[in-house]
């Protein structure tokens, strides 16, 4: 008899055939040769010993049929989903959208979090079965699976809890979430499945799960912007309203589609569309709340990003992704949480970017670089400006030496989601 440890909870798989599933040979291959069959993809379930906590998981889940009363588990629920509704991830948002809330609306489910429980086991088995990714949920521990599928994505339980075992970092515990947003709220729930293409995209030729992460990180940096004077959270005004009101916070977007459409976002938006891109690619990453800042930890990799430093300090990404050592003395600083990060990268680079917004387009952009009092342009590294032209490519660097300032030749369109995510 073995024994799996899942969700603080054990899992046996005895001999005797109740639990005992058959290996299943998986031949990696890429989404666009072979499509697996629905069924199969319930064989995975089935077959992997590390899923087994989450099949249990599954088949705990109770959903009551609202016109029949007749009662499933989640592990029907998902049946349907996939070989009755015929979901599949590459599927465009708009059909998504459509085969969830239709199957969905039929049936009370006993949390609010269920459904996007459900919607993300899907995408993780057809990705183990169709996306050729070189790390598999066969090999991963059960604890980190539960960090791909989560049902419950309230950041408070997580800041709690995601550090035990770790005597050596005290102040992690001291985490708490200010704004009162319901968990899962909207935006969490669309970014568990409606950036599925743009992430396969974006991770395409990653050989391993810090690579991953490096891409879509990067990305991020170069996609996002951080409120400010010209573009200020106003511009979520038809969202929700923040409560408690903060000054310079008093709305919310409602949904993803609102953050894409804008670009504006402050530490608590990367945490949640990387955290989605994250689990689409089957790579365990939860939503941390330090001093009221978001902040995204990756189990597998046992790595910290801090929001901010997506959103605002464009520094090379691999200088952002933490490690325990990194994050701690930050952490440990409740004034002015994100300001050592800055003072960290600033001692190194002279000189960093931002990203700003020009109505309907994205460019590079940058202070005016003087040396004072003569206010003549400073002489940039050479390496750092290989650096800042090899990161930021797509929009052709180039240093204005009459305003001292670096800008961007080609600036980036705007893209809503329904073209990003094709």
Known sequence: MSVAIYGGFKIYKSNNGQLTFGELNLKKTTAATVKAKPQDLLKILDSYDSLLGLRQELLNIKAKNKVTGKIITGHDLLAKFLVEKKYSPILKNEEKINIIESLFEQYTLPQSGTKMFIVNVANGLWTEKNAGLPWSLKDMESAQIAKIFIQNDSVNDYSVNAYEGRPELPNMVNVYHQISVPEPNTV???????????????????????????????????????????????????????????????????????????????????????????????????????????????????????????????????????????????????????????????????????????????????????????????????????????????????????????????????????????
């Not at 530490?267 to 689409?280: A, V, W």
């Not at 002489?379 to 090899?390: D, F, K, L, S």
């Not at 369109?413 to 329904?418: A, D, F």
Request: net charge negative; glycine share 4%; proline share 7%.
């Open 188 to 422: 969490v729930e669309e970014s568990s499945y409606q950036q599925y293409n743009i992430a396969r995209k974006i991770a395409a030729g990653a050989k391993t799960q810090r690579q991953a992460v490096e891409k879509i990180v990067s990305w991020g940096q170069k996609n996002f912007f951080h409120a400010n004077d010209e573009y200020p959270w106003d511009v979520y005004l038809d969202g929700k309203t923040v409560q408690p009101p903060i000054s310079y916070w008093n709305s919310y977007p409602l949904s993803l589609r609102r953050i894409y459409d804008e670009r504006v976002i402050g530490c608590q938006e990367p945490t949640i569309f990387l955290q989605g891109m994250l689990h689409n690619l089957n790579i365990p990453a939860i939503r941390l709340s330090v001093w009221n800042h978001g902040v995204l930890y990756l189990p597998s990799l046992d790595l910290y990003v801090h929001g901010d430093a997506v959103a605002m300090y464009k520094y090379p990404t691999k200088m952002i992704i933490l490690t325990p050592e990194e994050f701690q003395p930050i952490a440990e600083v409740e004034a002015n949480f994100v300001m050592p990060i800055y003072e960290k990268y600033s001692e190194k680079f002279k000189t960093y970017l931002t990203i700003e917004r020009d109505d309907k387009e994205l460019n590079i952009s940058t202070g005016s670089f003087y040396v004072y009092p003569a206010k003549t342009c400073i002489n940039i590294a050479p390496g750092e400006w290989e650096r800042m032209v090899q990161n930021y490519k797509e929009f052709e660097p180039y240093y204005d030496k009459t305003t001292c300032q670096i800008k961007g030749k080609n600036p980036q369109p705007l893209n809503p989601l329904e073209v990003l995510d094709k």
